[in-house]
């Protein structure tokens, strides 16, 4: 089973937020080392917690510290582009990173009202992802009425990033799907796969269906050491349903200072209760059983945590124990 990252250049707190670029470059080249598969930034725009608004940009900066591992985008918002420059900054990439260029695609609209009015978005618009996705294509097979450049011998690999609707239309168009977040623990999953899988229509890039599955994975030795790793996360995201902002990662011992209220204290629990953790013994079987349902070639693990060091440690483990 190959095993990658997906990083979501994490701000921290007392840290510039310049810094979480460099960090997520740090931690590509150390992947690289550990032998890992991909390395997968992520799209976020306006958003406090998250340094990464262009995967493009940061996986060039990962292509000059590496050679070998694949760069791809966690993914890049299709609703948020034009099709032909989506195309160019890939095409620039593979350009200048032969045959390790990954272009991930989602549909994820902007964080907040404000931030979707930024980027010229309203709800009730008309949703036109799936013909976005084959002008997009069209672009890099070269069948468009006007050719993406640079013009490259080979062209990057695309993926369906598949919450919901997204496995339909990777099944329909001929894509890999990436599965991640709360479709991943739904009671539906295997059903879901399994419709994807029935219905996929083979494409020229991708013959047969293909399954990466994307998870908090927090390996420890003790599963309550797990579970400080994942608290600042955990936090943020509980909070930011409170404030409306995601924040940047805290160290946990300012978090155990701060007042926890009971919706606070319920929403943390069921974010750790999401993710995958503790020892050995415990992630395994878990990973196991994901696997099982999902018949998934790939696991892409989307760890983050305030502590660097650990964050880096814990990425060793897991390379160590699933490769």
Same mark, same amino acid.
Do not use: C
């Given at each position: 089973?190959?095993? /990658?990252?997906?990083?979501?250049?994490?701000?921290?707190? &007392?840290?510039?937020?310049?810094?979480?670029?460099?960090?997520?470059?740090?931690?590509?080249?150390?992947?690289?080392?550990?032998?890992?598969?991909?390395?997968?930034?992520? $799209?976020?725009?306006?958003?406090?917690?998250?340094?990464?608004?262009?995967?493009?940009?940061? =996986?060039?900066?990962?292509?000059?510290?590496?050679?070998?591992?694949?760069?791809?985008?966690?993914?890049?918002?299709?609703?948020?582009?034009?099709?032909?420059?989506?195309?160019?900054?890939?095409?620039?990439?593979?350009?200048?990173?032969?045959?390790?260029?990954?272009?991930?695609?989602?549909?994820?609209? &902007?964080?907040?009202?404000?931030?979707?009015?930024?980027?010229?978005?309203?709800?009730?618009?008309?949703?036109?992802?799936? /013909?976005?996705?084959?002008?997009?294509?069209?672009?890099?097979?070269?069948?468009?009425?006007?050719?993406?450049?640079?013009?490259?011998?080979?062209?990057?690999?695309?993926?369906?990033?598949?919450?919901?609707?997204?496995?339909?239309?990777?099944?329909?168009?001929?894509?890999?799907?990436?599965?991640?977040?709360?479709?991943?623990?739904?009671?539906?999953?295997?059903?879901?796969?399994?419709?994807?899988?029935?219905?996929?229509?083979?494409?020229?890039?991708?013959?047969?269906?293909?399954?990466?599955?994307? =998870?908090? =994975?927090?390996?420890?030795?003790? $599963? @309550?050491?797990?579970?400080?790793?994942?608290? /600042?996360?955990?936090?943020?995201?509980?909070?930011?349903?409170?404030? &409306? #902002?995601?924040?940047?990662?805290?160290?946990? @011992?300012?978090?155990?200072?701060?007042?926890?209220?009971?919706?606070?204290?319920?929403?943390?629990?069921? /974010?750790?209760?999401?993710?995958?953790?503790?020892?050995?013994?415990?992630?395994?079987?878990?990973?196991?059983?994901? =696997?099982?349902?999902?018949?998934? #070639? #790939?696991?892409?693990?989307?760890?983050?945590?305030?502590?660097?060091?650990?964050?880096?440690?814990?990425?060793?483990?897991?390379?160590?124990?699933?490769?």
């Amino acid at each position: 089973m190959r095993l /990658s990252l997906l990083d979501r250049s994490r701000t921290r707190s &007392g840290y510039p937020e310049a810094d979480a670029l460099h960090h997520s470059v740090e931690r590509a080249a150390h992947a690289e080392a550990l032998g890992y598969h991909r390395f997968w930034g992520a $799209e976020h725009h306006a958003v406090p917690g998250i340094a990464s608004g262009s995967p493009a940009v940061l =996986l060039a900066a990962v292509g000059a510290r590496t050679s070998r591992i694949r760069l791809g985008s966690g993914g890049v918002m299709l609703p948020h582009h034009q099709p032909l420059v989506v195309a160019e900054q890939f095409l620039m990439l593979e350009a200048l990173h032969p045959s390790r260029v990954d272009l991930g695609l989602g549909r994820t609209l &902007g964080f907040t009202e404000q931030v979707r009015r930024a980027l010229r978005q309203q709800t009730d618009d008309v949703d036109t992802f799936a /013909s976005d996705l084959e002008e997009l294509r069209s672009y890099l097979r070269r069948e468009a009425p006007v050719t993406a450049r640079p013009v490259t011998q080979t062209v990057p690999s695309l993926f369906q990033l598949a919450t919901g609707e997204g496995l339909v239309t990777a099944a329909r168009l001929g894509l890999p799907a990436v599965i991640g977040g709360p479709v991943l623990h739904s009671p539906e999953l295997g059903e879901a796969v399994a419709a994807y899988r029935r219905d996929f229509r083979a494409s020229a890039e991708t013959p047969q269906p293909q399954i990466i599955i994307s =998870l908090d =994975l927090y390996l420890a030795e003790t $599963e @309550e050491q797990a579970r400080e790793l994942a608290l /600042s996360e955990a936090w943020a995201m509980a909070r930011s349903r409170e404030t &409306g #902002e995601f924040s940047p990662l805290e160290p946990v @011992e300012q978090i155990r200072e701060q007042h926890w209220s009971p919706r606070t204290t319920s929403r943390i629990e069921k /974010s750790l209760h999401r993710m995958i953790g503790g020892p050995a013994g415990i992630v395994v079987p878990a990973v196991e059983r994901l =696997l099982e349902i999902t018949r998934a #070639e #790939e696991l892409m693990v989307s760890t983050s945590t305030y502590d660097r060091d650990a964050l880096a440690q814990m990425d060793a483990a897991v390379a160590d124990l699933l490769t």
